[in-house]
T-cell receptor
Framework: DTGVSQNPRHKITKRGQNVTFRCDPI?????LYWYRQTLGQGPEFLTY????????KSRLLSDRFSAERPKGSFSTLEIQRTEQGDSAMYLC?????????????FGSGTRLTVV | SQKIEQNSEALNIQEGKTATLTCNYT??????LQWYRQDPGRGPVFLLL?????KEKRKERLKVTFDTTLKQSLFHITASQPADSATYLC?????????FGTGTSLTVIP
């Protein structure tokens, strides 16, 4: 297993366009998290899945954001009608049910630039 | 509301010295606290976890303390090396996910 994989690594899009990011977690990890990070800040929690169920969403996740994990494996995060304020690094992490012991395993992130 | 604060200033230390980073929190009663390392353009990497009933935990050159009365964790890197230069993040659990501090940038000067 090569860890958590995120694609694409970089995405430049025009304001108003829709974008979709993909995350492939570690195969035996049933928990998957999306975070957003802007320069000089720590990661901000967006949403969390246990298997295919989306169990929690942050207030930060506006109606323009949607996340899915259809078969409890990979996940996608879609942003509709992008705004310049959406420019950030989008991080995906996965963990086991005993996540506290081993921490999260993060991917390298997708850097989104909205122009 | 919940708040996590880390040293806002970047920390520069000489190689071989001990680096001490601080994480303070308010309006929280976390059961776990984690420390992560993050290099530029990369995702955070898990380093250590400490539970609320543990005062101290060590791993190689790393030591973490957790004072639930002061609502503070200290993260120490002993015998620091230039390769330790990175941003260090503390994270506190809030049920099903962790909330992260803003991070402290550490530079170890050869």
């Amino acid at each position: 297993d090569t860890g958590v994989s995120q694609n694409p690594r970089h995405k430049i899009t025009k304001r108003g366009q829709n974008v979709t990011f993909r995350c492939d977690p570690i195969s035996e990890h049933n928990r998957l998290y999306w975070y957003r990070q802007t320069l000089g800040q720590g990661p901000e929690f967006l949403t969390y899945f246990q298997n295919e169920a989306q169990l929690e969403k942050s207030r930060l996740l506006s109606d323009r954001f949607s996340a899915e994990r259809p078969k409890g494996s990979f996940s996608t995060l879609e942003i509709q009608r992008t705004e310049q304020g959406d420019s950030a690094m989008y991080l995906c992490a996965s963990s086991t049910p005993w996540q506290a012991e081993y921490g999260y395993t993060f991917g390298s992130g997708t850097r989104l630039t909205v122009v | 509301s919940q708040k996590i604060e880390q040293n806002s200033e970047a920390l520069n230390i000489q190689e071989g010295k001990t680096a001490t980073l601080t994480c303070n929190y308010t309006n929280y009663s976390p059961a776990y606290l984690q420390w992560y390392r993050q290099d530029p353009g990369r995702g955070p990497v898990f380093l250590l976890l400490i539970r609320e009933n543990e005062k101290e935990k060590r791993k190689e050159r790393l030591k973490v303390t957790f004072d639930t009365t002061l609502k503070q964790s200290l993260f120490h890197i002993t015998a620091s090396q230039p390769a330790d230069s990175a941003t260090y993040l503390c994270a506190l659990d809030n049920g099903n996910q962790f909330y992260f501090g803003t991070g402290t940038s550490l530079t170890v000067i050869p």
